[in-house]
């Protein structure tokens, strides 16, 4: 007979198991951070191993029934999976605004790929106009020195 429990009885269900939903947490941010080194199969097998361990130890000792570490399990998968998809479509625009991360390096801004031209250029290549001769105008007026528009209508470039 058992009289001693492993843990005793605390009154309170849990649902899902914390224990559980750290350790799936854990795995996916290591999973997420060493999957392309050399550490990567390691890594793919302690991210399935730990939590699977941590899950068993939880409904061994009586403190969750298999639903809650199985919840945890989806929880803390659809938790991180959710952050790190949101992480990579916004992070590119955010880091650069952050002024202490240019303390510890350059935070490089986000690259947009350039528009396909709508039609043929109006400016003429360099090889096309000979030497000497005035670039052709810009299509916005003004000069093709400063081509950039203004941000305000009201002003011109100046």
Wanted: with cysteine.
């Amino acid at each position: 007979l058992l009289f001693d429990p492993l843990a005793p009885e605390t009154g309170s269900t849990s649902f899902p198991s914390g224990h559980v939903a750290l350790a799936v947490g854990l795995a996916w941010a290591f999973w997420f951070l060493l999957r392309r080194g050399p550490w990567a199969r390691v890594t793919a097998l302690c991210a399935v191993v730990v939590p699977v361990v941590v899950a068993w130890s939880r409904v061994y000792v009586g403190v969750h029934y298999p639903t809650d570490v199985a919840a945890s399990f989806l929880a803390a998968s659809a938790g991180a999976l959710l952050f790190a998809g949101i992480w990579n479509r916004y992070q590119g625009a955010l880091l650069p605004r952050i002024p202490l991360l240019a303390r510890f390096g350059p935070v490089a801004a986000p690259t947009t790929p350039a528009a396909p031209a709508s039609g043929p250029s109006v400016r003429p290549s360099p090889k096309s106009t000979p030497q000497g001769a005035p670039a052709a105008p810009h299509p916005g007026g003004g000069s093709s020195v400063n081509p950039a528009p203004s941000l305000h209508p009201a002003r011109p470039n100046s």
